[in-house]
């Protein structure tokens, strides 16, 4: 069964309670029957769903939100110090836990699974999640994205299995101690906090050194990363690859592109198994067979977990659908990363045909501009035509010196048709003008780009 309430977690209070993170952490505690307080910058439909369970948010920050009797602080690594919330929580003597102690404090007497990676964490636990409940084995999980409504980004089940993203930018998922853990690919970001590869792979190897006796690493076998990474534990920790490469324990024998799904067929101790994954292109094709060689570590007849990965049919902001007018479809991509951005569009690219991609991509934080802004105008090539905003700061103060402009220089060094557009507002007006039917738009990034979306669609609509 699964455990209950953590000691001294009955009566939290969050600091940034709507982020994908944090409302993951507070819906569990809600649904284990804590009296949940927390506040958030704005309004949000995230918001809105903890409030339907329960839950008291006030949007804006200050002292008074902050209840005298709460139990704990709840805080992520983008919170600051001079937050009146947590000024007055010092003041009361009240104890402050980052949000990766609250997550590994529910992961305590259950079965866990982390998924680590520098991309495809949301997508790798959200297709284990849905492929375990499908099976019926009532698993909690708690994911960096909506599945298919708002705060559904986690849950408390009954079962014994504990599915869970685990955040390396901040080394957060040190914390955790999983029976199973999932290492998709290791690339250098998070520059405010790592300075190279080197302090990369040391971080990941802590990552594995926490899994807990008789347990198991997956990793990929097809990122030179990832499999730095095998070598570097030199059989320290049972580990079993998988991926496209000859040498990989769970071998992907091929991966067939139909429309918006794929076909793959791969082989996992010596049974041949071919399965649909609901969504398009070879990386969340992979990412099913993490999922899957996962399960089979967990004891979970793979032949049977096979099938049941086809009910995942996707996680918002990944390549999500948001609507169709004027013959155009607008779809939502997260990618902030060069290597994100190339596999959506090239994934996009292989379930268009022939179709225009037009995106709108938003960098994220002006440290991932000032070190891969070149790497992300090259991978806007392989649109027909971009349009890029300023950088989103979320936590971050700006570099002097480091704006979109590098990101747009090196896409039309690149040979791309690029816009620089610093104002979100003129975006529908623009994609308006330039969509043609049969066109698809990519809204892409990280920030608040999302946002237009629905923008673009009523933009549409009414030409």
Request: a negative charge; aromatic letters at 4%; charged letters at 20%.
């Amino acid at each position: 069964m699964a455990p209950g309430l953590p000691a001294a977690m009955d009566r939290p209070h969050f600091i940034g309670i709507g982020g994908a993170g944090m409302s993951g952490i507070a819906k569990i505690l809600a649904q284990r029957g804590a009296q949940v307080t927390g506040s958030d910058a704005k309004e949000s439909a995230t918001v809105g769903a903890l409030r339907a369970l329960g839950v008291t948010v006030h949007v804006g920050h200050a002292a008074a939100h902050l209840a005298d009797d709460a139990s704990c602080v709840v805080v992520s690594s983008a919170i600051r110090e001079d937050n009146p919330e947590l000024v007055r929580a010092a003041g009361l003597g009240i104890p402050v836990v980052h949000r990766a102690d609250a997550l590994a404090a529910l992961m305590e007497g259950a079965r866990p699974v982390a998924v680590a990676g520098t991309h495809g964490k949301t997508t790798t636990t959200s297709m284990l999640a849905v492929s375990l409940t499908e099976l019926g084995l009532r698993p909690s999980y708690a994911i960096g994205g909506d599945l298919d409504a708002p705060g559904s980004n986690a849950l408390h089940g009954e079962g014994d299995l504990f599915v869970a993203e685990a955040d390396e930018s901040d080394r957060s998922f040190h914390k955790y101690a999983p029976e199973v853990a999932i290492v998709l690919n290791v690339e250098l970001d998070h520059h405010a906090n790592y300075a190279s590869m080197d302090e990369i792979h040391a971080s990941f190897e802590t990552f594995a050194g926490r899994i807990v006796p008789g347990g198991t690493l997956v990793v990929s076998a097809d990122h030179e990363g990832a499999r730095e990474l095998t070598r570097r534990l030199a059989g320290s920790v049972r580990t079993v690859t998988y991926g496209e490469a000859e040498d990989a324990d769970v071998r992907v024998l091929s991966i067939v592109p139909q429309g918006l799904r794929s076909r793959v067929t791969a082989r996992l101790d010596g049974q041949e198994l071919t399965f649909t994954v609901s969504v398009p292109g070879r990386h969340y094709a992979l990412n099913a067979v993490a999922a899957l060689t996962a399960g089979a570590a967990l004891g979970i007849p793979a032949g049977e977990l096979a099938p049941a990965l086809a009910a995942y049919t996707g996680v918002k902001r990944r390549l999500q659908l948001k609507g169709e007018a004027a013959g155009v479809q607008v779809i939502d991509s997260y990618a902030h990363h060069p290597t994100e951005m190339t596999a959506d569009l090239e994934a996009m690219r292989g379930a268009a045909g022939d179709a225009r991609i037009l995106v709108v991509f938003q960098p994220h934080l002006f440290s991932r501009t000032q070190e891969l802004g070149e790497e992300m105008g090259r991978a806007l090539a392989l649109a027909d035509a971009s349009a890029v905003l300023d950088v989103y700061p979320a936590r971050e103060d700006p570099i002097p010196g480091v704006t979109s402009e590098l990101i747009v220089e090196a896409a039309r060094a690149a040979g791309a048709d690029v816009t620089a557009v610093p104002d979100g507002t003129e975006i529908p007006e623009l994609v308006a003008g330039m969509a043609k039917p049969g066109d698809l738009v990519l809204t892409m990034g990280a920030g608040d780009v999302t946002d237009l979306g629905p923008r673009i669609l009523d933009r549409l609509a009414r030409r």
